[in-house]
């Protein structure tokens, strides 16, 4: 029977590996097919990419040319440019005035468009050159402003006068431009007449160029070129192949055989002026980096595929084994037995088995949805008594009971029906009870969660509110107004009177409990009538309603603050406000006078705990006031040493606090003289030297010694630079620095601020 439960568990594995082995083997046959796919697309796309950027690149140089001709006509066509044309003595007379005039009337493009080295007007005729900041003979211009590192002048000026009439690209080529080596494009553009001709020469820096070159990838034994219409290089890069055979290819991508090694080459033809863009790269270079990418793909396809049948493998084994395991665990005779077991077997006892568990569970949920109603009132009763013992626990109870609340505030009140004092028999229990669910039901339909109730036997009905006031009189108030509304459904629904009590209003609830007994004391000791259904913990006390004494846990938590901040006047006037609101009052019961002074014990205990170590050192006085709650001892007698024991314990705080600060300012102050020379002193540097905060330095300066410190710092170093400006022949800037200013400006405005002149003056009133 074992050996066919294992046939059954490898059944059941086979039926969860069987999906995962058809999906690795749909994912081996779609990733062969875009392994071809995209080898080929990669290889294609290599060649569209280069011819991208070769059109990106011809597109942007089109448009630089086109901005070169634009500015050429702009120049050339300029008034005083042609009016230039006429003067054969530039040099001489009143002409000098007109070359400044026509310098002025040039604009200055290279300052705009880097393109541009720099441009120049020739005038062959009357041997001129202009330019927006320089004017020149045309020898001049030759020796110091322009050449070509290989021609001669008598050859730079025939070229300069054969350009007449035309436009001339001239190929890059060492040329000195003012006396620096520089790679030039010349263009020339020609204006004015035969007899009295002009020429607009731009000089083109050849890096530009090359440097929009560069994007064609011309490394690995590469090149790139841009040759003119005529056939001339025009800027090249890269390997000094031949390039014969390049020019004469179609436009796009083509394989060409260059000096013995196969070159992809791209080339496209520039349709605004015929020039021709061509690059070229090593065929291997090219392939390399497509077969890199066919290996990596197929590298990625078979670790997919090993990887996936690891995970196909480990997710069959993690999904079937609970399903085999629990094969394993149900009793043998469930299959049948001998071979007649079969797969289908296993799979109906385990549909067998959940389809129980299921109907188990439902008939579970609905016992537990019938004891609810037990377990909330449980929860309610043990809450109203003070059983549970933290928060925590209370919010478990509450969700074992399917309650929720949402407010912040907690109070409670007693509702009691009128009418059932006295004995109850059976018929009166039963009417009662009716009466509460139809009291119940109201309360759900009106309030919702704000009220939760809880029955309390006999004609009373606990009523929980839960609400998120800003402040418990805002709290007690909506309660009034929410049981006024009540009590009037109520009568009208039931003609039923009722009347409630309420405790006070508590943020923790973990004082439920404690709100719940006030409630219930108040029910026994108020007095009621139809004007008076309504009795709220905060009412005014009369002689029917439970005395208690004024010392909640902020009032608490305030004085024991006050205490160890060491302010006496505060923690004075503190105890004062307590005593006042206690034992001040009339008709204060000496039990309740006892609590209070029990509770303040427990304070002055806080503060000792607080003060550490130096709670050995304290007076005897403290000792002999943990004694105050003795028996016989009267509640003002008891407060009165208490209160002294308080304020022994912060004169004591504040004396140390004293004595700190007063040390803590001998040594700022005393740190301040000693490295006022530092440039980088400030709170910053003061909070890291003595481990506290730049915003308590600051405070605690200006509280200590009347003035903020970037103040006292700025007299310390005008006292020590007034003292060097007498005695000293030292320079203004070296006092400057030698006294922690970062610069004589900065010293300069202060020392005039300070004093109400110059440092200089103040030297020279000195010593006068």
């Not at 009691?416 to 009417?431: P, R």
């Not at 300066?701 to 022949?729: I, P, W």
Request: charged share 25%.
């Amino acid at each position: 029977m074992n050996t066919e439960k294992q046939r059954g568990s490898m059944k059941v594995w086979i039926h969860f590996f069987a999906p995962y082995g058809i999906l690795l083997v749909g994912f081996l046959a779609v990733a062969l097919y875009a392994y071809d796919r995209t080898s080929t697309l990669v290889e294609n796309n290599s060649k569209e990419t280069a011819y991208t950027v070769m059109q990106q690149t011809k597109e942007i140089m089109d448009r630089r040319f086109e901005e070169l001709e634009t500015i050429a006509e702009q120049v050339s066509s300029s008034p005083k440019v042609l009016s230039f044309l006429y003067v054969d003595k530039p040099f001489y007379g009143t002409n000098p005035v007109r070359i400044l005039e026509l310098r002025t009337a040039l604009f200055d493009y290279p300052l705009f468009n880097h393109f541009i080295l720099d441009y120049y007007v020739a005038y062959p005729r009357s041997g001129a050159v202009v330019s927006p900041d320089s004017s020149h003979s045309l020898r001049q211009f030759y020796d110091l402003e322009f050449r070509y590192a290989e021609q001669t002048y008598e050859e730079w000026a025939d070229g300069l006068t054969e350009s007449a009439g035309r436009k001339t690209f001239l190929p890059g080529q060492p040329a000195v431009y003012r006396g620096k080596l520089h790679s030039v494009v010349s263009y020339m553009q020609s204006f004015g007449t035969r007899d009295r001709p002009g020429v607009v020469l731009m000089l083109i820096d050849d890096n530009q160029i090359r440097s929009l070159l560069h994007k064609l990838d011309s490394s690995n034994g590469g090149f790139a070129f841009i040759a003119d219409a005529k056939g001339d290089i025009i800027s090249r890069i890269g390997s000094d192949a031949d390039i014969g055979g390049v020019k004469d290819l179609p436009d796009g991508f083509s394989q060409l055989n260059i000096e013995g090694s196969s070159m992809l080459v791209t080339k496209t033809t520039s349709r605004y002026n015929g020039w021709t863009y061509v690059s070229a790269q090593p065929e291997s270079y090219v392939l390399q980096q497509v077969h890199y990418f066919k290996e990596l793909i197929l590298t990625i396809i078979l670790l997919g595929l090993g990887f996936g049948l690891l995970a196909a493998l480990l997710f069959s084994y993690r999904n079937s084994r609970p399903l085999w395991m629990l094969l394993r665990v149900l009793p043998s005779q469930r299959f049948g037995g001998g071979e007649a077991a079969s797969q289908r077997n296993a799979w109906d006892q385990i549909r067998t088995s959940v389809v129980s568990l299921v109907h188990s569970n439902d008939f579970l949920s609905e016992k537990m949805e019938q004891q609810v109603p037990l377990i909330r009132s449980g929860f309610y009763d043990r809450l109203l008594r003070g059983h549970y013992l933290s928060n925590k626990d209370i919010a478990v109870a509450m969700e074992h009971s399917r309650q929720a609340w949402e407010g912040g505030r907690f109070s409670v009140g007693i509702l009691v029906i009128s009418g059932y004092d006295g004995t109850y028999n059976e018929a009166m229990l039963t009417e009662l009870d009716f009466r509460k669910i139809a009291i119940r039901d109201i309360i759900v339909k009106s309030f919702g969660r704000t009220i939760s109730t809880h029955d309390l036997g006999e004609n009373q009905i606990g009523l929980l509110f839960n609400d998120d006031s800003d402040s418990p009189e805002a709290f007690l108030d909506e309660i009034r107004r929410m049981l006024k509304e009540l009590q009037n459904r109520i009568a009208a629904a039931l003609n039923v009177q009722t009347y409630a009590a309420v405790g006070g209003c508590y943020l923790e609830m973990t004082e439920i409990s404690r709100s719940y007994e006030e409630a219930r004391l108040l029910l026994q000791r108020a007095s009621w009538s139809e004007e008076r259904t309504i009795v709220a913990q905060d009412d005014e006390i009369s002689p029917t309603t439970l005395p208690a004494y004024y010392y909640p846990p902020d009032v608490e938590q305030r004085l024991i603050n006050l205490v160890k901040s060491g302010s006496v006047s505060e923690t004075e006037a503190l105890l004062g406000q307590i005593r006042e609101n206690n034992l001040d009052q009339p008709n204060l019961p000496a039990a309740i006078g006892k609590i209070l002074v029990n509770e303040m014990t427990g304070t002055l205990l806080k503060c000792l705990e607080q003060a550490g170590t130096e709670a050995d050192r304290q007076h005897e006085m403290i000792h002999t006031a943990l004694l105050a709650p003795e028996a016989g001892r009267a509640a003002k007698l008891a407060f009165g040493q208490l209160s002294d024991a308080f304020l022994h314990l912060c004169r004591g705080q504040h004396d140390r606090k004293k004595s700190h600060n007063n040390q803590l300012k001998v040594d700022l102050i005393r740190y301040l003289d000693e490295h006022y020379m530092q440039t980088d002193l400030s709170l910053t540097t003061l909070a890291d030297r003595f481990n506290t905060s730049e915003a308590y330095i600051s405070y605690f300066f200006k509280e200590q010694t009347g003035v903020n410190f970037s103040d006292y710092l700025e007299n310390v170093r005008m006292g020590h630079a007034k003292r060097m400006l007498v005695e000293s022949d030292m320079p203004v800037s070296e006092i400057s620095a030698w006294v922690g200013y970062y610069s004589l400006n900065s010293f300069s405005r202060a020392f005039k601020r300070s004093n109400g002149l110059s440092a200089t003056e103040f030297r020279r009133n000195s010593r006068g």
